[in-house]
């Protein structure tokens, strides 16, 4: 495209080059605005601004649309397995049977921690959430692993790379073993990726655990929804934290931190609160009241979101997903019907119609983990665990971009003008 956007402002006039992606809106290239006009752009919380280019995840927000590397998350989720997902984040294209078998391969042997890192959750206490765990076990990697933080060196990106995605699990089981005061368990590599986690987590050194494969299908297609999100706020904390040149340990450490955020990746945790509070269906009216009243700060939690002005496509998958793991667990918990019918009510009200709120993809996943037997404070670990192929990726992306500077946003002062310091005897 050759366009340029025309700007009048300050008394000059201003031209500045537009940029089209293969998909979605064009951008306008705003780069050179200070040099030119002595002018910032204001947009707090990045409503309307591109922070980068990303091959990786395109989102719809209209239309409801997500797409990895091109292809539809509905397809993903139904054809595909986590590991092949993350293959295809990391490289660009689907691997073939032996890509993914060596893939899978090099995975399933960086799932172990150093030993130490056992020692260091015995400085948490047993009540620590998990999320703080995560953000601490995963920051000290950096601590552990000298011979993959040379951010320069592809081999070092690699290493660090599968080593992140292969030990969230790990750690996710570790944390919660340690909550409950029940021994960690060591991975065990003839399981699946997410087979393993299972038994990390509910296994028990006294006997065989078995992994229920209707369960093991779910939570993986749980991971694959939770995967990758554009550039959504814990995925900007990443590139922010590794446009410094910080490590790939502390960058994914930051981004757990801002996923921790209710507004965020909290939310999945908030949400199953809010249905177990909410209790039975005649108590809605009440709760969706309070989420329409502009003095009470409470909100649906599980509902709206920054992009999608439509249905979150995870969503749709998620609430499909809940009967098969109800169906394969004989679970028959009332909080999916508070949830149904709490979806039916908020879609068919005017605030809900006019504010484009749907159910986001934090509304039902809780009620399918909690089914699984995950404890509402692990969820927001779940997300982490699987939304560290996506960090991982969209890091790597940025890192390898020849034109990759570090992030320094400006801002528009509103503090006090320039003044004389006064001595305390003058004060
Ligand atoms: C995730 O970015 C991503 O991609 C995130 C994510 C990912 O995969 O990485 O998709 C994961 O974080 C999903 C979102 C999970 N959060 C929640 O479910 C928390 C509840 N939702 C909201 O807090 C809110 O919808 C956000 C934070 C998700 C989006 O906030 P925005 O885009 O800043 O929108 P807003 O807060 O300005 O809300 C617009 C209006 C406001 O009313 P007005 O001030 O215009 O009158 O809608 C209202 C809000 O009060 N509103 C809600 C609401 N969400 C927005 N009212 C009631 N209940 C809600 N849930």
């Known amino acids: 495209m050759g366009d340029t956007a025309k700007l009048t402002a300050g008394g000059g006039d201003y031209e500045f080059p537009m940029k089209s992606g293969t998909l979605g809106p064009d951008v306008v290239d705003i780069g050179k605005l200070y040099g030119k006009t002595g002018m910032f752009t204001y947009d ?160 028990v050194p006294a006997e065989q655990y078995e992994v229920v494969p209707e369960v093991e299908k779910a939570l993986d297609r749980i991971f694959i929804l939770h995967a990758d999100h554009e550039q959504n706020a814990s995925t900007s904390t990443v590139r922010l934290a590794g446009s410094s040149g910080a490590n790939p340990f502390a960058c994914i450490a930051a981004g757990i931190a801002c996923l921790w955020g209710p507004a965020h990746g909290g939310a999945n945790e908030a949400a199953l609160n809010m249905l177990r509070e909410i209790g039975t269906p005649d108590k809605i009216p009440e709760y969706i009241a309070r989420a329409k009243n502009k003095d009470d700060p409470f909100r649906l939690m599980g509902f709206g979101h920054r992009v999608y002005k439509n249905y979150d496509p995870r969503a749709t998958v998620m609430q499909k997903t809940v009967r098969e793991v109800f169906d394969a667990l004989k679970v028959n918990d009332p909080v999916f019907e508070v949830a149904l019918q709490l979806e039916e009510m908020a879609l068919n009200d005017d605030y809900f119609i006019e504010k484009k709120l749907f159910p986001n993809v934090d509304f039902y996943s809780g009620v399918i983990l909690s089914a699984i037997g995950f404890p509402t404070e692990m969820f927001t670990a779940l997300f982490a665990l699987a939304r560290t192929v996506g960090w991982v990726a969209q890091w790597n992306e940025m890192i390898s971009d020849p034109g990759q500077r570090i992030g320094r946003p400006r801002q528009l002062y509103t503090g006090p003008t320039t003044r004389d310091y006064v001595p305390i005897a003058q004060r």
């Open 44 to 203: 707090p919380g990045f409503t309307s601004t591109a922070s980068c280019d990303s091959g990786l995840t395109f989102i719809d927000g209209e239309e409801g649309v997500l797409l990895h590397r091109g292809y539809p998350i509905g397809q993903l989720a139904e054809n595909s397995n986590f590991m092949e997902v993350s293959y295809l984040m990391l490289n660009g294209e689907l691997p073939s049977k032996d890509e993914l078998d060596n893939f899978e391969f090099t995975i399933t042997r960086h799932t172990m921690l150093h030993d130490q890192l056992r020692q260091f959750y015995q400085g948490f206490r047993r009540d620590a959430h998990p999320m703080a765990i995560m953000c601490g076990v995963v920051g000290a990697l950096s601590a552990f692993y000298h011979d993959s933080t040379d951010i320069s060196d592809p081999e070092h990106r690699k290493i660090s790379s599968h080593r992140l995605i292969a030990k969230m699990p790990t750690i996710a089981a570790m944390a919660y073993k340690y909550a409950i005061g029940q021994p960690f368990m060591q991975p065990d590599n003839s399981l699946s990726y997410t087979g393993n986690f299972l038994r990390m987590t509910f296994g």
